[in-house]
């Protein structure tokens, strides 16, 4: 080979070298580009999804749950009676109401009904201003609030069905909150579709909300006197039974494994409408009914119960079940 050969392959060389070393460059360059982009997008929308599971989904429960027992309330009030069969009486044994299942209906129904498929009358306070509480209305707008953020969220679940209901639960695990559940099935991408959460069948989730009982109006005090009461539930801050009589000049309520829940105070204590308060009962004080042949408990005054055996609380006038004396200390 001639030196005019070797220098032009020399330089023949080089100038590929050059150019394929600009093209790894560029290359890496866009490969690394792509990976943080589609690392951002994994961890936005793994961020979406744990907010979603803890916080925006158990949200839109509480608010619909919410809403649906001060729904429930109102139409006791406008009513003038308490949760169950329009008659009353022997009716709860006829149709088996639960008031468990009522509340489910109004959460997901927005309606007053015991069974799952009859229409029932709508609540009043379950859309206000065309703006619906129940849980199909409260989960669409987290769909808005994802569509904004660029992700798509699907709804796998028929929330508008027997099994969807079946599968909620409402209970009372300690006296001062209501908690609901629900299993839900969806899905949940990105635009493009390539990044994606799957929770159906075995992998759905279960949502719970707790709803505090604070402030809703008592419905023993709302139904049974002929004043109709405006009496809303307070977590006393008073000591026992030291305290006793500032506790009963505001009305405050206490825990009491012997009084009603508040679910059950829902339906006028009926024996059927709940399996019982379970412990998580909770009563208040009459200040008014200061005698030893009355309790003073609110429930035992003002459905006219008179239980056998009364005990006085200690520096008072206030007497009690006194079956019920171990909830004030004494």
Sequence with gaps: MNKKGFIFTFISVILISVIVLA??????????????????????????????NENYMPRALQIS???????????????????????????????????????????????????????????????????????????????????????????ISDIDTPQFKN????????????????????KISNKKGDTYWNYEGAGKKTITARIPIYNFREPVYMIEPESQLNITINKTIYEMPGEVNLHAQYTNFLECAQAPSFLLRMCGLADNCIEGSGGQGIESLIEEVKSPTASAIDYQYLMQQNPQGLANIPNSQYYIDSSHSYCYNF
């Design 23 to 52: 093209f790894l460059i560029q290359y890496t360059s866009r490969t690394r580009t792509n990976i943080e982009k589609t690392n951002t997008e994994v961890e936005t929308m793994n961020s979406f999804v744990k907010s979603l």
């Design 65 to 155: 749950g919410n809403q649906a027992i001060l729904a429930l309330l109102h139409h006791m009030d406008v009513n003038d009676n308490y949760i169950g069969p329009p008659g009353g009486g022997d009716q709860w044994d006829e149709e088996a109401w639960d008031i468990k299942r009522i509340i489910k209906n109004a959460v997901v129904d927005g309606e007053y009904k015991n069974g799952w498929g009859a229409n029932g009358d709508k609540l009043e306070l379950m859309e206000i201003d065309n703006v619906g509480y129940n849980i199909s209305s409260t989960i669409n707008e987290l769909i808005i609030l994802s569509n904004y953020t660029g992700i798509n969220l699907e709804i």
């Design 167 to 186: 599968a909620m639960s409402v209970s009372q695990d300690d006296p001062w909150h209501v908690k609901i559940s629900m299993d839900i099935e969806y």
